[in-house]
Structure formats: structure tokens, C-alpha cells
């Protein structure tokens, strides 16, 4: 048979195979998300070929390459451009009279052909994300992809996003990603239609942001630690370019974070003269937040902010720039005579009001250049603030009303449902995480109310955030560079995603159209998706859609799989399952639920936590928040101090109460003083443990928390013994009391 022959029927089996796919559609769901306003689908499908072609208007060249290049890697064909062409096969079309919002599209899909119409390029760019998650999953790879019948459904969409600010934080100064990781991260952004990147560049732990003016910011202030040991780096002013110019073709604006008037060490360290004192630090290694502030009453301080202002405003396009703001401690303020000099000067009643005092500098500065300040919204909460500013609500979403009152703009960002360095859940297993707020569900983090957005409307939207201070927890999960390796982009992507899934259509969607079990189930196609983007993340437990009793006394678990594809494998004797242990194929019945674990394996490297079956502590519920436990082996027969964390059960500054709670065992449990640790930082200490008036089994101690610090770990040091031996087992709960 000849070659030419040989060609021919490949190519007939692939358009009949094609053709089997169309009709395959008519039935199937399409799977979105964000979800579209509006999306008719027909009858049919449209199929890419290797002569397909693709026009645009003049003005979106920049949008027909980027498509261009997406198809031409996972296709391997190199698809023609044609500019102002009306003839194609794929047409991008400006239309700025068109009923169409900022950033919405006109996508329409028929067998003849694509087209995608907008009123600006971030509609047009959002059509073909669209477009493209209407192709199968293998559309995303970097590589060509062979025998694939590159369809999609034919259909009708209207589109828009119902809030204009959709935004991320990336923590890069806590730990440095290099620019290729923030450009991965920005496309993923890009691919759920998010809009704004929030670069944390600067804290304590490292200044990321070369500023020509300020050498030593980056020769010393972007490093930590000595030799071999050494971590950190920065981003050039090219590197930086580059990285918008990219950003700007995905319709991502980033938002440069300038932080002062805390978690500015970095700098402090480069030039001690900016803080009150003068005296010499060294960028830390491990986390903590430091008191030494930008001295607000230096005329020396408040040049060097301005050139390093200026600097920014230079380099970055954006019509923001954030300036942080919090976590400050005011002691040194309080203290220092320059700073006292101008408390009395501007008339000001205590050292806080000074952050206003800044605030209001640079907001007007950045008035005059055509920027909007932006702050977490400790900058709205420090004395009075002039020029209207946009704060980022994270600790406490009631205080939007205080930007509602004077005119200012807001950004939610819960800690409570925003904060994806916290983890998914509690089930043994899970990677190291920030506790001092309990886990964020995919559930949890779908479920955010937010109000439909209007023009008048304070809030203007919403905004995921990705801390990287694990990293200098004390827990190495820095790249060995030497192996070439990237635990540290799995780890963040890890818990960026699916939870950024769950963002996008929180910014996207309007309220009445989200609905989180069909959420689940179109997110069960995406994940496919994020394998062929290189793109980690943490893989679900499996779904159980019935748990029942039976007639003999069994309960019978039946499953299904969250991600399209995996495969769930399983153990009915409460051993930790393996991609060796059997494969679910039907129902699975077990004497006892603590019995059964399973998970899902999307391959033999990537698979879920097991199903965990948590304890069930509700008849404690009135001693708060379960702590740790004690069992015989802890226990020593003499007085000793046991140390165990409690980060995540002290939630914020108050009065706090321990309770010690013996649940089986011949002995009793004897405790002496208790310490409270902040890191290695004594907070309190009490020696004289109080005895429950309901159960005199039961020890409480109570004490007092008045330097709470977020995302840092917590300790309780008690010293324990065993009376009359040490056959004693109890649960430890921590309440904080109401004020």
C-alpha cells in the first residue's frame, strides 16, 4: 500500500471518528466554568483542522497569536493568520458598539466556523478561553497530542463577568518564585478568567523588586542566611516588564504591593536608617513579624518611600498599587521622638494615627499620577484617610460598611474562606498548612457570600490569597537546585487549585446562577484539563453518594470519582490504602465505617487523602475547640513538661480557657504550671489550675492572650505526670471565651 494511500485512510477514520464525536455531543454536558450567563447549544460540532485558519481584527493581533500558539503546540499544526480576513475559520472581531459589557463576549460555534466578537480585548481573550475548554482536555498540552478529533460543540454564548475586579495575591517575598513561575500562574489565572494578580513583594523576609535608587534593597535586602544555606532573589526591571507585557496579553494587571509601615524588615536590614532606632538587623530565616516600622516621622523615611513610589509607579501600568498596611505594632513609634514630633505637630491622639498620616502622603502622591491606592483594610482603620483608596477586607468583612461611610472602595478576601494557605480539610495526611483558622473546603471557599456587583456598589470584588510563610516555618520545601527540583511550585499549587476554580466562578458568576453539587460535577472534567497545563493540584477524595445500613448489620458505601478518568482504589480493614489496594467497582460493605478508606488515583504519583471519617467530639462542644489527647506512652511517672502546638485554637487576642478531659484509664493525670508560646516567645504562664465545678476530673486552666500574631505557630508547655501510674488517656480543649 502507498504511503499517499496509507495517509488517506487515516485521515478518513479520523473524520469518521470525528463525526462519531459530534453526534456524541448532542447528549453530553458541557462543562464550564466559569459558568456563562447565557449558552444555547446546537446541533453539530466544529471541527479544527490543519488548514483552519484564523483572522482578527488589527488591534487583536496580540489575542490571534496567543490562540495561534495555543492550538499550534497541542496540534502540531501551524495555523495561518490573516489580518482584517472575513474568510476563516476562527475570527476575532472588535465591536465597540455592541450591547456587550467590559470584558464580555459573543462566542458563536457552528460546524462552518468560530467566531468570537467583544467590545474590548479582555472579551475577546475570554471568548477563546472558552473556546478553548469547548476542545478536549489535550488541547492544553505543550506537546503535540496525536489521533485526537480536535471538536467542539456547537453552540451560542453570551458572557460577561458580574464584578470587575477578579483577582490573586502570590506571597513572592516570603518565599521567591522565579518569573517562569509567576507567568505559569498568571495563565492559569488567565484560563478561569481571573484579572488581577496582587505580587506580595515585599516583607520582612525578602524585598523582591529591584529600585535602581536603592541598590542594597536587592544586594541585601532579597537574601537570607549564608552560603549553601542562602535563600532568596528579586525580579529585574526587565524581568518585571516582561512579566506585565505577558500579563497583558491574558487580560492579568498586575498590582505591585509596596508594604510599609510593618513587614519591611528587608529594607530596614539594607538600611537601617529607616526605621526609629538605626540599629542593624539581618533579613530572618524563619517567619515572624517585626516591630522595627518605617520611621513615619523621618523626613529621610518618607523621601526614601517616595523615590521607591516613584520608581514603581514608573515601571508598573497598572492604575493600582498597593501599599499593605498591616499588622503593625506601634511600640516604636511610641517611643521614638521623631515620630512623637509629629503626633504633636499633626494634632494626632495616639501613635496608630500616624499609619494615617502616611496613608494619606502617598495617597495623595499617587492621586497626581493617576493611581488608586490600595491597602488591607488596616489602612482605612488608622485615623482618618482623605483621598478615597480601596481596602482589602481579609480579617473582618463587616468592616466593608466603614469604606461604605467615607467613600472608599473594597475588595473581599476572607481569611475564612480566602486564604488558600490554609488546607482543604483536617483528614490525617495533609501537607503542612497555616491553622491558625480552621481548613477551607472546596465547598467552603464556593460558598462565600458576596453580593452581585453595580456601579455603586462598595465592593467591587473578590480576591484569592496564597501565603508563602510556610516556607520559613521551619519546614524545608525549598528546591534542592542541584536536582532541578520544584516542590515548592507543586506545594503552591497544591493549594491554589481546585480552589481557584471555585474563585473564579464566585468573581465571575452571579449569585442566583451558582449552585455548588453542579459546580462539582463540571469541575470533575477540569481536572483532565490541569494535568495536560502541567499544573498540580490536590486531588479530591473520593464522592460517597450513599452510606446505608443493611439487614445484617453492614453498612454499604457507594462511591464516584471527582475527577474524570481516576480510578478509586480501596481497604475494608482501616489499613491506609494504596494504588495497590483493589479497585472500586461497585458498592463495598464493611461491619464498621472506620473500617473503610479509599481513594482517588488519577495515576500511580497523584492521588487523594483517603476518606476520613473525623471523631466526634459534640458532647465537648462546651469546653471549644479539640486540641490534642494524651495516651499512656506520654505519660511519665514523674513530673515532666509536655509540650504540644495549638496553632489554630488561638485565634486572636482574649481570654482563653484549657481543659484537660480524662476519658478511660486506672490513673489520673497531675498537672502543674502551664506556659503559652508564641514560636519560642513566653506570652503567659499560670501555676494554679482551676477545677470544673460539674466534674472534678476535669482540670481548666484560663489565661490571657494580648499579642496575637496571624499565620505564627503556638505552644502549650504543661507540666504532667501519671498519679500512681501512667494508664491514663483524656482529650485537651481550648474555648475562647466571648467578650
Request: net charge negative; with cysteine; proline share 6%.
Amino acid at each position: 500500500m502507498s504511503k499517499h494511500s496509507s495517509l488517506l485512510r487515516m485521515a478518513l477514520a479520523l473524520i469518521f471518528v470525528a463525526s462519531d464525536y459530534c453526534s456524541a455531543f448532542a447528549s453530553t454536558e458541557i462543562n464550564l466554568i466559569p459558568k456563562p450567563i447565557r449558552m444555547e447549544q446546537t446541533s453539530g460540532c466544529f471541527q479544527l483542522t490543519a488548514k483552519s485558519t484564523i483572522s482578527y481584527d488589527a488591534t487583536l493581533r496580540d489575542q490571534a497569536e496567543y490562540l495561534q500558539q495555543v492550538l499550534n503546540q497541542s496540534t502540531g499544526w501551524e495555523l495561518a493568520l490573516k489580518e482584517d480576513a472575513r474568510k476563516a475559520t476562527i475570527h476575532l472581531s472588535l465591536n465597540s458598539e455592541a450591547r456587550i459589557q467590559p470584558e464580555g463576549y459573543l462566542l458563536s460555534v457552528t460546524p462552518k466556523g468560530v467566531t468570537i466578537e467583544g467590545k474590548d480585548k479582555g472579551g475577546i481573550f475570554y471568548g477563546i478561553q472558552t473556546l478553548l475548554q469547548l476542545f478536549p482536555p489535550e488541547i492544553y498540552s505543550d506537546k503535540r497530542q496525536r489521533n485526537i478529533a480536535w471538536t467542539a460543540p456547537a453552540v451560542s454564548i453570551y458572557d460577561a463577568p458580574n464584578r470587575p475586579w477578579r483577582g490573586m495575591m502570590l506571597d513572592v517575598a516570603r518565599y521567591f518564585y522565579d518569573k517562569e513561575f509567576v507567568k505559569k500562574y498568571i495563565d492559569m489565572m488567565a484560563m478561569y478568567k481571573l484579572n488581577k494578580l496582587q505580587l506580595h513583594l515585599i516583607d520582612d523576609s525578602g524585598w523582591r523588586l529591584e529600585i535602581k535608587k536603592y541598590p542594597r534593597l536587592t544586594e541585601v535586602g532579597a537574601w537570607a542566611g549564608t552560603d549553601q544555606h542562602r535563600l532568596g532573589g528579586f525580579y529585574t526591571q526587565e524581568e518585571i516588564k516582561e512579566m506585565i507585557a505577558y500579563g497583558a496579553v491574558r487580560n492579568v494587571e498586575i498590582i505591585p504591593e509596596i508594604e510599609f509601615p510593618a513587614h519591611i524588615l528587608s529594607a530596614i536590614v539594607a538600611y537601617p536608617w529607616l526605621s526609629c532606632t538605626g540599629l542593624q538587623h539581618e533579613v530572618p530565616t524563619q517567619h515572624f513579624i517585626s516591630k522595627d516600622l518605617l520611621c513615619a516621622g523621618k523626613e529621610s523615611s518618607i523621601q526614601f518611600l517616595r523615590d521607591v513610589l516613584e520608581e514603581t509607579v514608573e515601571l508598573f501600568p497598572s492604575s493600582y498599587i498597593n501599599i499593605g498596611g498591616d499588622e503593625a505594632n506601634y511600640t516604636r513609634w511610641e517611643s521614638c521622638p521623631y515620630c512623637q514630633a509629629v503626633i504633636k505637630r499633626e494634632g494626632l491622639k495616639e501613635a496608630s494615627e500616624l499609619q494615617g498620616y502616611l496613608t494619606n502622603i502617598v495617597a495623595e502622591m499617587m492621586k497626581g499620577k493617576n493611581r488608586t491606592v490600595v491597602g488591607w483594610e488596616e489602612i482605612l482603620m488608622r485615623g482618618e484617610v482623605r483621598t478615597p483608596v480601596v481596602g482589602v477586607f481579609w480579617h473582618n468583612v463587616a468592616d466593608t460598611i466603614l469604606a461604605t461611610r467615607t467613600g472608599h472602595k473594597a475588595i473581599l478576601t476572607p481569611a475564612t474562606h480566602m486564604y488558600f494557605d490554609f488546607p482543604e480539610s483536617q483528614t490525617p495526611g495533609e501537607v503542612k498548612a497555616a491553622t491558625w483558622m480552621p481548613p477551607i473546603s472546596l465547598e467552603k471557599c464556593y460558598g462565600m457570600e458576596v453580593n452581585d456587583y453595580s456601579p455603586e456598589s462598595t465592593v467591587i470584588g473578590v480576591q484569592g490569597c496564597f501565603w508563602s510563610d510556610q516556607f520559613i516555618h521551619g519546614t524545608i520545601l525549598q528546591e534542592i537546585d542541584y536536582l532541578n527540583e520544584n516542590r515548592s511550585e507543586n506545594y503552591a499549587e497544591y493549594f491554589t487549585f481546585p480552589r481557584l476554580l471555585a474563585l473564579s466562578e464566585i468573581a465571575w458568576t452571579a449569585r442566583s446562577a451558582r449552585n455548588y453539587p453542579d459546580f462539582c460535577q463540571r469541575l470533575s472534567s477540569h481536572f483532565p484539563r490541569l494535568d495536560f497545563k502541567n499544573c498540580h493540584y490536590r486531588v479530591p477524595e473520593p464522592r460517597i453518594e450513599q452510606m446505608e445500613s443493611t439487614p445484617d448489620g453492614t453498612l454499604k458505601f457507594t462511591l464516584s470519582t471527582p475527577v474524570a478518568g481516576a480510578q478509586i482504589h480501596y481497604t475494608t480493614d482501616g489499613s491506609y490504602p494504596s494504588v495497590h489496594s483493589p479497585l472500586y467497582t461497585g458498592p463495598v460493605e464493611v461491619i464498621d465505617k472506620s473500617d473503610f478508606h479509599a481513594i482517588t488515583v488519577v495515576n500511580p504519583r497523584h492521588y487523594s487523602l483517603p476518606i476520613y471519617f473525623a471523631p466526634d467530639y459534640s458532647a465537648y462542644k462546651q469546653y471549644g475547640i479539640y486540641t490534642t489527647e494524651w495516651k499512656p506512652l506520654i505519660i511519665q511517672p514523674h513530673m515532666v513538661p509536655w509540650k504540644f502546638e495549638c496553632t489554630g485554637k488561638i485565634s486572636g487576642n482574649g481570654n482563653y480557657t484549657i481543659s484537660f478531659i480524662p476519658t478511660k484509664g486506672e490513673s489520673s493525670l497531675k498537672l502543674g504550671k502551664l506556659k503559652l508560646y508564641k514560636r519560642d516567645e513566653l506570652l503567659t504562664e499560670t501555676t494554679q489550675p482551676t477545677v470544673s465545678d460539674t466534674q472534678a476530673a476535669i482540670t481548666t486552666y484560663s489565661f490571657t492572650v494580648n499579642d496575637f500574631e496571624a499565620g505564627t505557630p503556638f505552644y502549650i508547655e504543661v507540666e504532667a505526670c501519671g498519679k500512681d501510674g501512667n494508664d491514663t488517656s483524656g482529650l485537651v480543649f481550648i474555648l475562647k471565651k466571648e467578650q
